[in-house]
């Protein structure tokens, strides 16, 4: 077994892949329970390896724990990578990025791959068909666009992204999910034409928690794949121990 973790900024996600390189089982807990569910996910399952990319402080209790009972990587600027990183500020990347470009350049090696991303941030992530990564763009997410209305005014309210959406807001609130959530496929929709024009063989994939919610709201040809982080440490943890007994 191989254990895939992603700390992220809002949940922990973990996978595990048997000797078949396939995905056996997957998990995810809230910050303040996976400590706790990864060291019993050990326990129980005995992982040979263990990768981990953290795009926040995660406990460092936790990396000790790894290191006693696997072969322990911790994603970040020194990790050996099957691809190239042409980023030149590798110390301010987020890891979460590197494991998505590994993935998408391993699912289409003869395209000119972009990885939008979207959580927290947008991120889009452009690896080239030289397995190269050249860098892209950071925009604000969809929940961080809502609040930063409200935080940024006085009279603007806190508004959920769940909630009745209409391209013409009848009320301060769906005027406001309106602006976000068209203004954001918008962005997204100008990127990937931008992109599409710039670079032949052009490929576009889509992940990260809202990415389900807005491949219905792109009518571009954009392949969703939920899941591109995890695949993405597991295909680093290969390139870095692929004899591990």
Known sequence: MRLCIDWGN???????????????????????????????????????????????????????????????????????LPIMNAYLSPETLGADRLAMVVASHYDHPDKNNLVIALGTCITYNFISSNRTFRGGAISPGLKMRLQAMHHFTDKLPEVDSEGELLLLGYDTATCMRSGAVYGMAAEIHGMLQAYESEYPHFNAVLTGGDAPFFARQLKNKIFAAPDLVLKGLYLILQHNVPNLR
């Not at 996978?15 to 078949?20: D, E, H």
């Not at 019993?40 to 402080?57: D, F, G, Q, W, Y």
Request: charged share 15%; with cysteine.
């Open 10 to 80: 809002s949940l922990v996600k973990a996978a595990l892949y048997n000797a078949q390189h396939t995905l056996a089982e997957q998990f995810s807990w809230p910050h303040e329970a996976a400590v706790t569910g990864i060291q019993e996910l050990v326990m129980r399952t005995t992982p040979k390896a263990a990768i981990l990319c953290s795009v926040t402080n995660h406990p460092a209790a936790l990396d000790t724990f790894l290191k006693e009972h696997t072969h322990f990587i911790l994603l970040d600027q020194h990790t050996s």
